[in-house]
C-alpha cells in the first residue's frame, strides 16, 4: 500500500511539471495585466518601465518560469533600469512554497486564495454532501421499484436536469423563490452575497443565503449519480448473496443497506473521489450569479486583470488536488473492496 | 395467447419470406434497433422540430431584422407582435433565437468534428503505434484532464479573445469570437474519445484479422484507417453525439459569462449574458425562452446518443 502511494506520488511529479510549464505559456499571454494597475489613468511609458522590472515582467519567459519555480532570490535585478542588476529578488518559488504576489492586489497570492477558500468550501461541501444523500436516497428508491411509473418519471426528470445549464437552474430558482414569492408576499430567499451587509452575521443568515446556490449546484449532480446507484443497485440486487442473506432470515432492511449498499456503492466512490477536487473550480457560474464571495468569483476576477499569479496558483491547485484524490481514491477503494490489492 | 396461435404460420411464413429478402446489413440490424428505441425516436422528432424552427425561422424573419434594435420597445413582455418579448435594446427575441441557434448550432457541430478529429488522431496514435508517442501523448492527456474544463476553455477564451479577425461567409458576418470558440471546445474536450480511441485499437490491433491484413502486404496507414477504423466507429459516433450536446452546454456557459460569442452576432448563450440583473426586474423572458431552447435541443441529443448507443452496441449496458 506505502509503496504503491510512494510511486504514484513519483509518477506525478512530471505530469505537475508538464501542467504548470503549459499553463505558464498560456496564461502569461492572456492580457495585458498593466492595462488596470493604474486606476482610471493610462499607464505612461516609463510607469510601464518600472512596474515591468518590479513585476519581472521584463524577463525572458523561460527565466519567469524559473523564477515561479525556484524563486528569484539568487538573481540580480536591474530595478532603476541602467541595464545593471544591482538587486536580489525576494521570491522563493513555489517549490519553497511561495506563489508569488498578487498582480492587483499586491499581496502575496496564498493569502488571496486562503481568503475566498472558506466561503467555496462551504458552499461546496454543503452542496455535495446535499448530493449524495440525495443520489443515494433517490437511486435505491427507483432501484426498489425498476419501471414503474415512479422509477419512469424520475429517469425522465434525470434526462431532463442533466441537460440543463447549471446558471438556466439558478436564474429559474431565483425567479421562483426570490422574485415572485416576493411578489406574493410569501416569505422569500435572498438573492445574492453570503450574508447582509451591516447586520450581524449569524448562521441562519448564512443558511438563508446558501438554499439557492447549493440546489442549483446539486440538482445536476443529483440526477447524474443516482442513475449510478440505481444501476448499481439494481445490478447487485438480484445476486445470488443477496438472495443468500434473505434466506438467512436477515430483514429487508438490513439485507439493502449492509449487503446490498455496500457493493453497490462502490462506483459512487470513484466518482466522488475523482469529482471533488473539480468543485473548487465548479462553482464558477453559481459564484458568479449568487455573488458568493468564493474562489470562483476570484477566478474570474484574475481572468479579468490578467492576474497570473493568482491564475497560476488557483489551477496548480486544483491539479495538485486532482492528482492526489485520484491516489486516494485507489487506495479508499481497496480499503472497501478487499478484492483489489494495490 | 396471440403469439402461440399464429407461432407455426409466422415461422413458415418467416422461411418463405426470408429467402426472399436479402440478409440484413450491420447497419440495417441497427437502424432496427435505433428504431424501436422510443426514447430516440422522440429525440430525432424533437430536433427535427428544432431544426426546422431555426431554418424556417430565417425564412421569416430576415438577420438584420434580428439585429435592429428599437428603444422605444425595449424589455417588453411577449406579446402577439413579439411572442418572446424583446431585449434591453428592444430587438425582437423570437429572432434572435432563431439566429442564436444557428450559431449555436454551427459552433456545436464544427467543434465537435474539430474534438473528433483531434481525439481519433491522437488516440489513433497512441493506441496503433505506442511505444514513446503512447507515453507521450497519454501524459498529455492526463495534464489536460486535470483540470476543470470550464476553467481551462475560460482561460483560452481569453488567450484567444480578439486575435481572430470576423469572417464574411455566404453573405453573412460571422464574429471572429464564434471561431474562437469552436477552437476551444474542439481544442478541450478531446480527451475522453481519445483514451475511447486508443483503448479500442490497443485491442483491435491485436486480432486476427489485422494479422491477416498484415500478411497481405497492408500497410500501416492502410490497417490503422480501412481495417482497424471501421471496427473502432460505432464508440466514436455515440460520442461524438453526446459531444454535440456538451459543447452546446459549453459554448452557453462561456457566452454567459461574457468571454464567449460576442455582440451583435447572437447564440443562445450570450442572449443569457445580462439576465442576472434582470432577474430581480422581474424581466424573465430575457432568459428563459433561450435557456428553453438550449434544455430542449440537448435533451433531444442526449436521448439520441443513448439510442445509438443501444443500436451499435447492443451488449452496452444501459444506465
Redo the contacts between chains.
Sequence with gaps: MLRFIVRRLIQSI??LF??SA??FV??N???DPLATLGGRQRTSAAERDRLERQLGLDQPIHMQYIFWLIGNDWFQFDSDGDGVGDRYGTRRGILRGDLGSSFRERRPVSDVISDRLPPTLLLMGTAYVFTIIMALGVGIYSALRPYSRADNVITALS??L???????IA??L??IF??TFK?AGLPYLP?VGMYEPGQPVTVAQVARHMVLPVLSLSLISIAGYS??V??GMLEVINSDYIRTAYAKGLSGRRVLYRHALKNASLPLVTLIGLDIP?LL??A??TE??FSWPGMGQL??NA?DG?DFPV?MG??ML??LL??IFQILTDVVYALIDPRIRL | MAASQRSIDDVVNLQQHDSLVMPRTLAGLAWMRFRRHRMAMVGLIMLGLLIAYIVIGSLVFTEAFANFNNTRIRVQPPSLEHPFGTDEIGRSILARTIYGGQISLIIALLSVLLSITIGTAIGVIAGYYGKLADSVLMRFTEAVLSLPTLLLLLVMAKFFGGRVPDLALLGRTFSGSVIVIILIIGFTSWTYLARLVRSSYLTLKEQDFVLAARALGASDRQIVLRHILPNAMAPILVAATLGIANAILQEAYISFLGLGVQAPTATWGSMMQGATGAITRGQWWLWFFPGLLIVLTVLGINFLGDGLRDALDPRSQRG
Excluded at chain 1, 442533466?162 to 438556466?168: A, H, L, Q
Design positions: 512530471p505530469l508538464l501542467i503549459i499553463l498560456i496564461l499571454n492572456i492580457g434526462f431532463i442533466y441537460s440543463m445549464p447549471i446558471f438556466w436564474l429559474s431565483l425567479w426570490a422574485v411578489q438573492t442513475r449510478y440505481r444501476s473539480f473550480g465548479g464558477v457560474v458568479q450569479i477566478f474570474i481572468l490578467a491564475l488557483l489551477l486544483i491539479a486532482v492528482v
